[in-house]
């Protein structure tokens, strides 16, 4: 084994072993404070090591996977309703109906809040209750004193952005205090060393952490793009800058916006499509140049057509298979069509594979998101559709919400929500009411 099977080898080894550290620390301590017999903890190891071995040559979600079998095994520990991700080694937890961190081996950090936030650069909102907060710190103590802002964000570069829904905006450092201010109003994060905000003149402008406006200029829009690219617009011609404001590309007409790293885009004085990567470079105009529609990327393949013509595009601009017609395009994403049948009324979902599941009249499908497709079949008659166009096991419910991007959706039988995997397995002990 070698080149890339051997790196992905060797990643799925280190999370292997990364994952099954944080189980071996947290059930030594279950076992210690007499959550579980010393029996139960061989019988668990045993199933554990032979679980990793089955994972360690997968490669396709064994991170989620093991991660949720974490999750759930802390919400089973503290007879949790609820588990979160684990961002910067702590994962939020509710516990009888307020909030609290733990860490991976399950022990509580702080807690006793109506609301939380994810860590971000070793800080936390913690709220009191809707507009009220106290900022925690690495070990979930409270800095300073409590924070009452109409809008706060996490923190980026060392500094978080707050409007006080007054005209002003402060720029917090990592002990809570103000570092500077600057009029204006609806900031966004502080990425990039720098944020965007509206001014008095109801015009867009980058700000750093001193407060000071920069590049010289305002916008008519603007709009963090990611990777210090920005999107900027004025008297109808777009251009991108990059984290220094130097323009990067531009002028468009039309730009679609990134997804995966490209997009769409017509130059300024011109009609024809092109396909742009985050710097703004021609990456290729044919063979779709002639095109006169498009669909916005999804997971890393895009659309371009005229009439019944529908070709797929992936990021470097090249097709990934022959033309094909669908006599009308409704919707487009995570690689899947949703189109017209043909053969009745009604429409029907397609993969790239050419699979195809038809939908009733009446049936109400939403996007397929996180890798799932949330569809309402009547008014408390729910199912979820997985991208090989399968539906998941245990529909239909009486209500739905869609998954995040760990893999966790809700489903709702018998009158109470159960969190669930994309295979429809029950995770955490207690359902939420």
Known sequence: MHGPDCKKLRSNLELTRQHFDSFKKFYQEFHRTGGVEAGELMVFFKEQTEYFASKVYEGLETDEKIALKLRDAIAKKHSASYVSEFVENRARMELAGAWCFVDRSGEIISGGYPKLRNYSNGRAWAFIN???????????????????YKTLH??????????TGDGEIHILDKNGEIHSKISGSSPTEFKYNRSIIRNSQREYVFINAQGEELYGTSYEVARELGNGVAFVARDRKIELIDAHGKKIAGPFSVFNG???????AKRDGETNWILVNEKGEVLREEPFAEMDKIRSFSDGIGITYKVNTHIFI????????????????YDYSERIVLTNQTSRGGKKFVNMKGKTFDLDDGWEPRKFHNGMCAIKRGESDWIFLNRD???????PFQSIRDFD????????????????????????????P
Not at 138 to 148: A, H, K, L, M
Not at 154 to 163: E, L, Q, R
């Open 130 to 148: 809707n507009d009220v907060a106290q900022l925690l710190d690495e070990s979930g103590e409270s800095i300073n004193s409590t924070f009452r």
């Open 154 to 163: 996490d923190f980026h570069d060392g500094y978080a952005i707050a409007d």
């Open 258 to 264: 990134l997804n995966d790293g490209v997009s769409w």
């Open 314 to 329: 992936d990021t470097n601009g090249n097709r990934v298979n022959d033309p094909q017609s669908f006599q009308k395009l």
């Open 389 to 395: 166009l399968v539906v998941m096991k245990g529909s």
């Open 405 to 432: 991007k760990w893999g966790v959706g809700k489903i709702k039988t018998d009158d109470k929500w159960h969190y669930v995997d994309r295979e429809g397995n029950i995770l955490f002990e207690n359902p939420t």
